[in-house]
């Protein structure tokens, strides 16, 4: 790990928050593979079975996905717990204040926002090894809540402290937008809504899932009215100057915080048809949302990486020498993609009979998504031999 504290920048807790989501998105081949009737996530009630059984290929699948899970999870909180103890030295060192309330200050919500994944992490790790963990979960979604409450007031703060300086004194010009790096601050606000949009998806406690339903929905719109205001800036700064090569991998961010937005408004929806209407959740309108998304993700993932091929950004910044932290955003897309892909498939598809479930179509449509995931894990690979 890097020893020089001035080459510390908070961009390096993006490190943990790609591992945690590594781990998310290693969990989805249980969520979406092994059966779970009656309950909205796959448990170490319905995992260990199949875990046991006695088709062999099952089980050796089984056990490589459950120590992914935990491998990827290690290396989270293991990156985690380094971030915090040099963010902390980070913090005391001459200019701190001067960059908290420069644009470059922005990368300060990096930390919720990976203090966020981990309260999603630390729910995956539960689930997949407690066992009956739903037998007494409704009494953890308090917590979960309480957690997502701190987190994003803290989100709240340092994004009103930011743009209060540029309120209050302008000076906000091309130069400093002519790239997506401020999407950090939907980022983290949208990390946040869909961690209050668990309580209120899973949850039947009617004080837990309503917390759970507005926390969501506040969050949510902070997240898309950033988006909105923040991708125009950067788009009229990218016209004006053009994009900034050391920060072009920016064009991806919008992949994250789409599938991040189209999962709260999947969880939302569906607390409404089962806590409020007592109706099942129209698969219709599952497959209209999640293809949308995956649309839009579809064409900033193909424009960003025709641009990051050809100004060198892979070259330079991931097999080069040339050091950027920041290189760790690219790891968030290629989850984000695998995730929402898996969605797509297992309730778009799926649950709308167009295609049929442990078929070779399933099965292949799956094994696209892996090829992803295996790229984007060598990316991490690659940064993490650079780095640490």
Same mark, same amino acid.
């Given at each position: 790990?890097?020893?020089?504290?001035?080459?510390?920048?908070?961009q390096?807790?993006?490190?943990?928050?790609?591992?945690?989501?590594?781990?998310?998105?290693?969990?989805?081949?249980?969520?979406?593979?092994?059966?779970?009737?009656?309950?909205?996530m796959?448990?170490?009630?319905?995992?260990?079975?199949?875990?046991?059984?006695?088709?062999?290929?099952?089980?050796?699948?089984?056990?490589?996905?459950?120590?992914?899970?935990?491998?990827?999870?290690?290396?989270?909180?293991?990156?985690?717990?380094?971030?915090?103890?040099?963010?902390?030295?980070?913090?005391?060192?001459? +200019?701190?204040?001067?960059?908290?309330?420069?644009?470059? /200050?922005?990368?300060?919500?990096?930390?919720?926002?990976?203090?966020?994944?981990?309260?999603?992490?630390? $729910?995956?790790?539960?689930?997949?090894?407690?066992?009956?963990?739903?037998?007494?979960?409704?009494?953890?979604?308090?917590?979960?809540?309480?957690?997502?409450?701190?987190?994003?007031?803290?989100?709240?703060?340092?994004?009103?402290?930011?743009?209060?300086?540029?309120?209050?004194?302008? &000076?906000?010009?091309?130069?400093?937008?002519?790239?997506f790096?401020?999407?950090?601050?939907?980022?983290?606000?949208?990390?946040?809504?869909v961690?209050? @949009?668990?309580?209120?998806?899973?949850?039947?406690?009617?004080?837990? !899932?309503?917390?759970? !339903?507005?926390?969501?929905?506040?969050?949510?719109?902070l997240? %898309?009215?950033?988006?909105?205001?923040? $991708?125009?800036? &950067?788009?009229?700064?990218?016209?004006?100057?053009?994009?900034?090569?050391?920060?072009?991998?920016?064009?991806?961010?919008?992949?994250?915080?789409?599938?991040?937005?189209?999962?709260?408004?999947?969880?939302?929806?569906?607390?409404? %048809?089962?806590?409020?209407?007592?109706?099942?959740?129209?698969?219709? !309108?599952l497959?209209?949302?999640?293809?949308?998304?995956? @649309?839009?993700?579809?064409?900033?993932?193909?424009? &960003?990486?025709?641009?990051?091929?050809?100004? +060198?950004?892979?070259?330079?910044?991931?097999?080069?020498?040339?050091?950027?932290?920041?290189?760790?955003?690219?790891?968030?897309?290629?989850?984000?993609? $695998?995730?929402? /892909?898996?969605?797509?498939? +297992?309730?778009?598809?799926?649950?709308?009979?167009?295609?049929?479930?442990y078929?070779?179509?399933?099965?292949?449509l799956?094994? $696209?998504?892996?090829?992803?995931?295996?790229?984007?894990?060598?990316?991490?690979?690659?940064?993490?031999?650079?780095? !640490?």
């Open positions: 790990m890097i020893q020089d504290q001035k080459k510390y920048t908070p390096f807790f993006l490190a943990s928050l790609g591992n945690g989501g590594m781990t998310v998105a290693v969990y989805m081949y249980l969520m979406f593979l092994v059966k779970h009737p009656g309950k909205p796959a448990n170490f009630e319905h995992i260990y079975p199949v875990l046991t059984g006695d088709n062999l290929i099952i089980s050796i699948l089984t056990g490589i996905t459950l120590a992914g899970i935990l491998y990827f999870a290690f290396r989270h909180f293991k990156t985690l717990f380094w971030n915090l103890k040099q963010f902390q030295i980070f913090k005391s060192q001459p +200019g701190y204040l001067e960059f908290k309330k420069s644009r470059a /200050g922005l990368s300060l919500m990096t930390v919720p926002l990976t203090l966020a994944m981990t309260v999603n992490v630390s $729910f995956i790790l539960g689930g997949a090894f407690i066992p009956n963990l739903w037998s007494f979960v409704e009494y953890l979604f308090p917590f979960a809540l309480l957690a997502f409450a701190v987190i994003g007031y803290n989100a709240f703060k340092i994004f009103i402290e930011h743009i209060s300086e540029y309120i209050h004194k302008g &000076g906000l010009n091309s130069e400093d937008t002519n790239n790096s401020a999407l950090i601050s939907a980022f983290a606000f949208s990390m946040v809504a961690g209050f @949009s668990a309580s209120a998806a899973m949850s039947h406690v009617t004080a837990t !899932f309503t917390i759970g !339903f507005i926390g969501a929905v506040f969050f949510m719109i997240s %898309a009215g950033v988006l909105v205001i923040e $991708f125009s800036n &950067g788009i009229r700064g990218i016209l004006a100057k053009g994009l900034n090569p050391e920060t072009s991998h920016t064009f991806w961010i919008i992949i994250p915080i789409l599938t991040i937005l189209g999962i709260t408004i999947v969880r939302l929806s569906s607390s409404i %048809a089962h806590n409020v209407l007592h109706i099942d959740m129209p698969t219709g !309108f497959y209209i949302i999640l293809s949308l998304f995956v @649309s839009i993700q579809a064409a900033f993932g193909i424009i &960003g990486y025709k641009i990051m091929k050809s100004n +060198g950004y892979f070259d330079k910044y991931v097999t080069g020498k040339d050091h950027n932290p920041a290189s760790y955003g690219l790891i968030c897309p290629g989850v984000a993609s $695998f995730v929402l /892909g898996m969605f797509l498939i +297992g309730w778009g598809f799926i649950e709308n009979d167009i295609v049929t479930k078929s070779l179509v399933h099965y292949s799956i094994a $696209f998504l892996a090829l992803i995931q295996i790229k984007t894990i060598g990316t991490i690979r690659k940064l993490d031999n650079k780095y !640490f």
